[in-house]
C-alpha cells in the first residue's frame, strides 16, 4: 500500500492528463496480488495533503484483499468450465 505525493515523472504527468485532472497532493496506490504475482492495482487519490486514517488504510487493504479473492474465484470458475 502506498499512500504519499506522486514522484515527478512524464508518466504521472500523462496519467493526470488523462485523468484530466491536476496532480494530486496525495495518491494511493494498492496492489490486487495472488500469490507473489501482482493482478492488477486499485488508484486513488484526493485534493488535500491529507493522511489516510487507520479506517482508510484498512478499507482499502480490506478491499484489495477482497478483489484478490475475487480473481481466485473467476480463475477457478474459468478452469472448471
Known amino acids: 500500500l502506498f499512500h504519499d505525493a506522486p514522484a515527478p515523472s512524464t508518466v504521472h504527468q500523462y496519467l493526470f ?17 495472488i500469490g507473489k504475482r501482482v493482478v492488477n492495482m486499485l ?7 491529507a493522511e489516510l486514517d487507520d479506517a482508510e488504510v484498512d478499507g482499502l487493504r480490506r478491499v ?3 478483489a484478490a479473492e475475487a ?11
Open 17 to 33: 492528463k488523462v485523468l484530466r485532472c491536476p496532480q494530486p497532493a496525495r495518491v494511493s496506490c494498492a496492489a490486487i496480488t
Open 43 to 49: 488508484y486513488g487519490h484526493r485534493s488535500t495533503r
Open 64 to 66: 484489495s484483499r477482497a
Open 71 to 81: 480473481y481466485v474465484r473467476l480463475i477457478a470458475k474459468r478452469k472448471s468450465s
